[in-house]
């Protein structure tokens, strides 16, 4: 009795994990998720179209993840109505990277394997989109790259599209900006991770092109509970400008502190301004300029009223804007090329990649797949708003 | 840098001292209230309980629920909130952390582990990946000398004082301190010498808990609140007990406060004016480094920890 | 579905590496480890630099193994005076230092971004031969060091490192050196952490700063514990069984109608639910540490 | 030949040991006596390297000890037993008695490895001794139990046994018979001697003055830290300072009764 005991317990638990993993079996042989909430709340039929995405749903980019996903989730119930994808419903299994690359590879293998996905939409650091592009350009899969902005993403290879435009496209529109303003010493607050790394080095040199000066580089580590001594050294530094970009919990410590410590009298440039200030109390962003993606074409009003309809509340982050557009071309390059198989979807995506009118301004991708321009608005956060410049 | 008159460099040490001495002291009121209640604990679970940090978020949210969804309002939604994180905090040493301390330390430590995680995947569940504020309103900060300091920040180090030296008295004058402390120390021959060690160890876990998310509210207060809260509070907090040494209060607030110096002092050291060169600062991308260079120093020349009474197992 | 089960399994037999040099630490030794995961990190940027400066792979794998050996020595030799959780707190600040200079010193280790496009033996086989060549690689490292930690624990090495773990004293008074033993047994496991790290960053061909966290060193603790702290066996159980709950918990939504905002929340809450629900019914693990016999008719 | 010269040891304000004397022949059972909290368990800590002591000099064979570390010491061939006999729980008998022995091939872990042969021999032949030692010690058919489930009288036996694995010179042993049967004690006793009279040196701790009188022909009487006494046995009960010093402790009966042979 006792040996059995014994052998029980190890015995259940492994039994459970087999039956976590063979259940993947039968989802898989069913055609992948019902009730899926992506698929927009009508129960996928069977043989379904299946699309993947990975998001940092939880971990410290949890906020953008789940933006991210609300994009694909009105995009995917837009695409149900209108008729879905050659005839069939659209799904699309979103899983979760919790922000890091080993587990992004995880779900990208299981998205690849068992879901048998025709693409994958991923993710939103650069250090996790790179080796998960990569993964996907080996496999032979379609990438869209949603919301990462290093220009290491362009060598990618011919799998892999990019609906957001690179640091190289933003960096320059900003310099030119903060130049034609007149603010000629710049000082320069981001992350010290990927995204913020490639914001610094392209920013410096078109803006030093552009005959300004960086007064300050801030790379600084994320989650922390005071960012003084990081602003202390930017005030030290006297710019004329402070160029910054933040989010979530980052963005309203950042914000907050400065405001505390008087430096919104300095002027502030955010780079994707909406996601900078919407986490911040309103008083604390008073007046911060900064650029954002055009949600002005009539694709990105209809989208940014669904999307108030659905949610309650105005974009979180630009981010949903990027998986939305993403998400509607591979539907509409598959329902084009009438087939799920990667080299066919590629030279539809690249066909349609021409001026597509996307809800974050016209897509064209340029030779390497990345979007190669990029309108961007120039706002002012006024009274809890961000509002269109002059 | 060159020659200075000396009213430039008084102000110029002004200038410099006064952020750094507002930094420390907002920091080591954080810090010092987390790492105080699981200082206090360890003793009575014996495993370093890493869901610890945990009721900062908890008590955070707890009262950004009683503050914003029951109306109560900052103050009363504040204590509330951390109540409810002290009751979590009893619930949870009742049902689990009782349980797990009777197993190995490693046992112990994976399964606070685990609940902490648990208790992540709880809030976000619940409230959601976004951070969060208290429904304070913002106001610029009162300028002192070039710094400025807010009146939240006021606040919360002047509360912090009070809590402490309440704890001080408490421990130091009343039975129920030298209970405390005889329990934490040793619950066995506490047990001996007729104290309810069971009473004891519940009101110090509830005091602990409720310490750890008084920590959180002010967190909250001063800036946001936000799922990794805990997560990111994880490793300066058992820095800072380990430094000041397992089990000594007044060993957690030095610690604390010497951590919260170094991280915003070393930052502001021009290594350039040392040396007479061009101005040479320590990249800021170093700062959590800090902490952990610091403990690390600690223990090669005090390897009791700065207060702990010699070697001491896990 | 057979792909993924197949990239699941060698994810697992690297964890097993992993799992079975923290056990011949934490396990055998009594050392609670923290920064374990800096064990595996030199193992996996001594391949990734070696590999970005055009090195041939088996270059990066030796270099991980030479440098994390003389890092477990040097950490051992901290354990002379500190006490076990004095001395696991030590450890996790190493890992953390470690962890900031690969995210700040870009020039070297690709900062935040990682090193990706790693070039590993089996790169140019493709499609199921490239996978089965990858798991029968990392399986067959595994075995080898199961061997190696079995033999390691069973002889006299491993003898006195068990001794020392529960009664240190009688050690000493054995004319052991505790600080020597400590510095040696993690000099000698370091090397298998750190190999099982250069073979994952050469699998998935990429390694950045995130994969050092010690939320890592956590999972690898979390094997141990649920295989049998103290059994190696257990050691590459537990590896397997919490990579199944892992990636297995990813078809939880697909089977469940979770609503997608909470899927993964709700994902982590079960596996953090699953860990604690067993921890309290089973803490000595799958399998627990067993007395060794001694073969006396030899 | 083992010598100490004014040994002092102080924790904190306490001064536990101060000026302590003491001189071992070879082959000699030298007992150290003295009322609880005397210092005779902080003298052999230091004796054996466990403690470094803050004034004096411990020479063995014209060997300083007193700075060397406790592992240093017992590999001069000084080795030491504990109070309290505790054993691994997680190791058989024959383990722990192995744990006992010198085995340079199969503690060193890339050499060990790789000889298996080497290792195997060197093993067989300690396994060989260890099982001839629990013979010796009437522990033979625990052989295959966890070290840790014995009694306290068989740990006691074991940590005697572990000790022997190497052949000591030296044998510091701290109240070898404290907490065990009647008869387990005469065991004790008897292999206790049959080991100095294979040429061990051996200083015992004891409280039972029978066990002293039958065993030592000197001992050493430590009170409040100093040598009050150096002297045969049944020379004790007439020494006043002995009598002092005993009187009011625990078990003064001991003076009188132990010193008669039984």
């Known amino acids: ?390 | 840098m060159g020659d200075q008159n000396p009213d430039h460099s008084r102000t110029e040490a002004g200038r410099v001292l006064v952020p750094i001495l507002i930094d420390t002291l907002v920091r080591t009121s954080q810090l010092s209230l987390v790492a105080v209640g699981l200082s206090m604990t360890w003793g009575i679970v014996r495993f370093a309980n890493v869901a610890h940090v945990q009721y900062a978020p908890v008590g955070a949210y707890f009262a950004l629920v009683a503050a914003s969804g029951l109306g109560l309002g900052v103050v009363a939604g504040s204590l509330v909130g951390i109540v409810a994180a002290g009751v979590v905090g009893v619930l949870l040493h009742l049902f689990f952390f009782r349980r797990l301390s009777s197993f190995s330390s490693a046992t112990a430590l994976i399964g606070s582990l685990a609940l902490s995680i648990v208790i992540t995947a709880s809030i976000q569940a619940i409230a959601g990946p976004r951070p969060e504020r208290l429904p304070l309103p913002s106001a610029p900060g009162i300028p002192i000398g070039d710094a400025f300091v807010t009146r939240a920040q006021v606040y919360v180090v002047v509360l912090t004082a009070v809590i402490f030296v309440a704890l001080f008295l408490v421990l130091s004058f009343t039975n129920l301190g030298r209970a405390i402390r005889c329990v934490a120390a040793n619950p066995d021959l506490a047990s001996s010498s007729g104290i309810d060690v069971r009473r004891i160890s519940t009101a110090v876990v509830f005091a602990a808990a409720a310490l750890a998310a008084t920590g959180g509210v002010f967190i909250a207060v001063d800036t946001s609140m936000s799922l990794e809260m805990g997560s990111t509070l994880l490793l300066a907090v058992f820095a800072a007990v380990t430094m000041g040494g397992i089990g000594s209060v007044g060993g957690s607030l030095l610690a604390a406060a010497i951590l919260a110096l170094a991280e915003s002092t070393v930052l502001r050291i021009d290594f350039g004016a040392v040396f007479g060169s061009h101005p040479l600062l320590i990249p800021i991308s170093y700062r959590p480094a800090v902490g952990f260079v610091a403990v690390i120093l600690v223990m090669l020349f005090r390897p009791q920890g700065l207060f702990g009474l010699g070697g001491r197992r896990a | 579905m057979l792909d993924f089960a197949l990239y699941v399994a060698t994810i697992a037999a690297v964890y097993a590496l992993f799992a079975l040099s923290l056990n011949l630490q934490a396990g055998v030794t009594g050392l609670l480890n923290f920064g374990h995961v800096a064990f595996f990190g030199v193992g996996a940027y001594s391949s990734g630099i070696v590999a970005l400066h055009g090195g041939h792979w088996l270059l990066g794998v030796l270099v991980g193994v030479v440098v994390s050996s003389l890092l477990g020595a040097v950490i051992g030799r901290l354990g002379r005076t500190l006490a076990a959780d004095y001395w696991a707190i030590v450890t996790l600040a190493v890992a953390e230092c470690l962890r900031l200079v690969v995210v700040n010193e870009g020039d070297l280790t690709g900062g935040p971004q990682g090193i990706s496009g790693i070039a590993g033996p089996f790169s140019s086989v493709s499609g199921l031969a490239g996978s089965l060549s990858w798991l029968v690689l990392c399986v067959v490292l595994a075995a080898l060091a199961y061997l190696v930690a079995e033999t390691l624990t069973g002889m006299q090495f491993g003898r006195v490192l068990r001794l020392l773990r529960e009664e240190p004293m009688l050690a000493a008074s054995l004319g052991h050196n505790i600080t020597a033993e400590k510095t040696r047994v993690l000099a000698v496991a370091a090397p298998i952490a750190a190999v099982g790290g250069s073979v994952y960053t050469l699998y998935i061909s990429y390694i950045g700063p995130n994969q050092l966290l010690p939320i890592e060193t956590f999972l690898v603790f979390t094997m141990l514990i649920i295989g049998g702290i103290g059994n190696n066996r257990g050691a590459v159980f537990g590896a397997l069984v919490i990579q199944l709950i892992y990636a297995g918990s990813r078809f939880l939504k697909d089977i469940f109608p979770i609503p997608d905002q909470s899927a993964s929340s709700v994902r982590l809450l079960i596996v953090g639910l699953v860990l604690t629900a067993f921890l309290m019914t089973r803490p000595e693990g799958l399998f627990a540490e067993k007395l060794r016999r001694i073969d006396v008719h030899q | 030949m083992f010598i100490s010269r004014g040994v002092g040891k102080s924790f904190g304000s306490v001064q536990v040991l101060r000026d302590v004397e003491l001189e071992i022949e070879p082959g000699e059972i030298v007992g150290l006596v003295g009322p609880n909290g005397s210092g005779k368990t902080t003298l052999l800590n230091c004796l054996s390297g466990f403690l470094n002591p803050d004034a004096g000099t411990i020479e063995y064979d014209g060997t300083r000890l007193d700075r060397l570390a406790d592992w240093q010491v017992s590999r001069m061939g000084i080795r030491r037993t504990f109070q309290t006999a505790s054993q691994p729980m997680k190791m058989s008998v024959l383990e722990a008695m192995l744990c006992g022995a010198a085995l340079p091939i199969g503690s060193a872990p890339v050499r060990g490895l790789f000889r298996r042969k080497a290792r195997a021999a060197e093993q067989a032949a300690a396994v060989g001794k260890a099982l001839e030692l629990l013979d010796f010690l009437s522990l033979s058919h625990m052989t295959e139990e966890p070290a840790g489930r014995l009694s306290g009288g068989q740990k006691k036996l074991l940590s005697l046994g572990v000790a022997l694995m190497t052949d000591p010179k030296v044998l510091l042993l701290d109240e070898p018979t404290a907490g065990v049967n009647p008869t387990l004690r005469l065991t004790i006793a008897d292999r206790l001697k049959d080991i100095n009279a294979n040429g061990t040196t051996l200083l015992v701790i004891e409280h039972d003055m029978g066990f002293i009188g039958r065993m030592c022909e000197r001992v050493y009487v430590l009170d409040k830290g100093s040598v009050i006494a150096a002297c045969r046995p049944d020379e004790l009960k007439d020494n006043p300072r002995v009598v002092e010093a005993y009187l009011g402790a625990p078990r003064p009966v001991h003076v009188a009764t132990g010193v008669s042979r039984p």
């Open chain 1, 1 to 390: 009795m006792l040996i059995r005991r014994r052998l029980m317990k190890p015995a259940a638990v492994l039994g459970l994990a087999v039956v976590l993993a063979a259940c993947g079996g039968t989802a898989a042989d069913t055609g992948g998720g019902g009730g899926d909430a992506a698929s927009g709340g009508s129960d996928a039929k069977a043989g379904a179209v299946n699309i993947g995405a990975v998001l940092p749903l939880t971990g410290s980019s949890a906020s953008i993840g789940e933006d991210q996903r609300r994009g694909i989730e009105l995009a995917v119930a837009k695409i149900n109505e209108d008729g879905g994808v050659m005839g069939k419903d659209l799904n699309v299994i979103v899983e979760d990277s919790a922000g890091a690359a080993n587990s992004a590879i995880d779900a990208a293998k299981k998205l690849v394997t068992v879901d048998k996905v025709a693409a994958v939409m991923g993710e939103y650091s650069s250090g996790v989109t790179v080796p998960l592009g990569q993964y996907l350009q080996q496999e032979g899969v379609i990438h869209m790259n949603v919301g990462s902005s290093s220009p290491e993403i362009a060598g990618i290879g011919d799998k892999s599209f990019s609906v957001i435009g690179l640091d190289t496209i933003a960096s320059k529109f900003a310099s030119e900006q903060l130049a034609g303003r007149g603010l000629m010493r710049a000082a320069i607050m981001v992350p010290n991770n990927s995204y913020g790394e490639g914001i610094v080095q392209p920013f410096t040199d078109a803006f030093k092109a552009a005959g300004g000066s960086v007064t300050e580089t801030v790379l600084y580590t994320e989650g922390q509970t005071s960012y003084r001594a990081e602003l202390e050294r930017i005030a030290a530094s006297k710019p004329d400008v402070v160029l910054y970009s933040a989010y979530g919990q980052d963005s309203s410590v950042i914000n907050q502190q400065a405001f505390e410590g008087g430096m919104q009298k300095t002027p502030w440039f955010g780079i994707y301004l909406t996601m900078c200030t919407v986490d911040s109390a309103p008083a604390t962003v008073q007046n911060q300029i900064g650029m954002d993606v055009n949600y002005v074409g009539p694709e990105g009003q209809d989208y940014q009223k669904a999307y108030e309809a659905k949610y309650g509340e105005g974009f979180a982050s630009t981010f949903s804007g990027y998986t939305y557009d993403a998400t509607m071309m591979l539907a509409k390059a598959i329902d084009d090329a009438g087939s799920t198989d990667a080299d066919k979807i590629a030279a539809a995506l690249k066909k349609l990649g021409s001026g597509y009118a996307g809800a974050t301004g016209d897509i064209t991708f340029d030779d390497q797949n990345q979007r190669s321009e990029q309108p961007y608005l120039v706002l002012k956060y006024t009274d809890g708003k961000v509002v269109e410049e002059g």
